[in-house]
């Protein structure tokens, strides 16, 4: 596909509030697009990523770089991180990065074949949360937070299609640090696309790009400075455990 001739994505599956077009010089240079003209939420500029069905859109300098400078020494620091067991052909192995699921009481996330009860809201992760609800005008319960610490972690081809999710989730995902390959390929091959996110940016996938397509963050023998992933999601059923204290 000849990424210079975007296609334009059908429909407007993300919350119907005016934007504008974004077509920042950055946003060119970082994925080699041209922008589309689409409408976002409430008050988010970014490019539409040309992906057939999916709905895709990227905004490189989303977090100033000192605030982004700021956020990942605060990411680092205070989530809990740790590494989570996944079942792989039978297998049960180490995921290949550090991770930590964190999210409202009841906000349950399955997935591998694993169950992750949701750590606390660090500070700076509830004010990144309400930040993010505003510009995307929709709701987040829950960030599932990666930990890429060299070249060596990465995450396999997978789509965050869990049921919990429902059908269409939109997913905002915020990288920061070093700056690594994100691949999206369509199920049915008839698509891919790369991306390396910038320190700072956001990605926004919604309707239909989990149910076509799966990504991917692949190793690389390049010397990487660690990158932290946030990507929130809505957990929708999320009910209170019984064993949580503040149903007792
Ligand atoms: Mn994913």
């Not at 429902?166 to 991306?195: C, H, K, M, N, T």
């Not at 919604?206 to 400075?225: M, N």
Request: charged share 25%; glycine share 6%; aromatic share 8%.
């Amino acid at each position: 596909m000849d990424w210079d001739h975007p296609h334009r994505t059908t429909g407007n599956e993300f919350p119907a509030h005016a934007g504008r077009i974004f077509a920042a010089d950055a946003a060119r240079r970082s994925c080699g697009l041209t922008a589309v003209t689409s409408s976002f939420a409430a008050d988010v500029e970014t490019v539409a990523l040309p992906l057939p069905g999916a709905s895709l859109r990227y905004r490189p300098d989303w977090l100033p770089e000192a605030e982004a400078d700021a956020l990942f020494a605060a990411a680092a620091t205070t989530i809990p991180w740790e590494r989570h067991r996944l079942r792989l052909f039978g297998r049960e192995i180490d995921a290949p990065r550090l991770s930590c699921w964190i999210g409202d009481p009841g906000a349950v996330y399955a997935y591998s074949r694993a169950r992750f009860a949701p750590r606390p809201w660090p500070p700076a992760l509830a004010t990144l949360r309400a930040r993010l609800e505003i510009a995307c005008a929709a709701r987040f319960n829950s960030v599932l937070a990666n930990l890429y610490r060299d070249g060596c972690d990465s995450m396999g081809w997978h789509s965050d299609d869990e049921p919990e999710l429902g059908p269409e989730p939109l997913i905002a995902s915020i990288s920061l640090g070093g700056v690594r390959r994100f691949r999206l390929r369509a199920r049915d091959g008839s698509a891919q696309l790369a991306l390396e996110p910038a320190h700072g940016s956001l990605l926004l996938m919604a309707g239909a790009t989990q149910r076509l397509y799966r990504h991917e963050l692949p190793k690389t023998r390049a010397a990487v400075a660690p990158r932290i992933n946030l990507t929130f999601r809505y957990v929708h059923g999320a009910r209170m455990e019984p064993s949580d204290p503040a149903c007792a």
